[in-house]
């Protein structure tokens, strides 16, 4: 079982900046880690990943430019850097980690533990 905690929500104007940041309690089983978004009346969205044991890292269409997904192998953690957020960013963020197997971001099915959630609001 993998727990995941995240943490640095809150609320920003639009043009400003947040940092997102997971941290796992084991890391050894786990291939694959990303955040996903959920709006309200919205299906849950796939925003970026990073594969956490070598290779690179992915995003979706909506974000890539703005965001950008990191990791830190030795504390087991994940961050997603925020800039030139907007509006429709607005949404609680979620972690999300997969294992023995890629994290998909169109395919929420492919991930088998989830964060509890952080709220991002972008003011315009």
């Known amino acids: 079982q993998v727990h995941l905690v995240e943490s640095g929500g809150g609320s920003v104007q639009a043009g400003g900046s947040l940092r997102l940041s997971c941290s796992a309690s084991a890391m050894y089983s786990t291939v694959s880690m990303g955040w996903f978004r959920q709006a309200p009346g919205k299906e849950r969205e796939g925003v970026a990943g990073?594969?956490?044991?070598?290779?690179?890292?992915y995003y979706s269409d909506s974000v890539r430019g703005r965001f950008t997904i990191s990791r830190d192998s030795a504390e087991n953690t994940v961050h997603l850097q925020m800039n030139s957020l907007k509006p429709e960013d607005t949404a609680m963020y979620y972690c999300?980690?997969?294992?023995?197997?890629?994290?998909?971001?169109?395919?929420?099915?492919?991930?088998?533990?989830w964060g509890q959630g952080t709220q991002v609001t972008v003011s315009s």
């Open positions: 999300a980690a997969a294992s023995g197997g890629d994290l998909r971001l169109s395919q929420p099915s492919t991930v088998h533990y």
């Open positions: 990073i594969y956490f044991r070598g290779g690179g890292a």
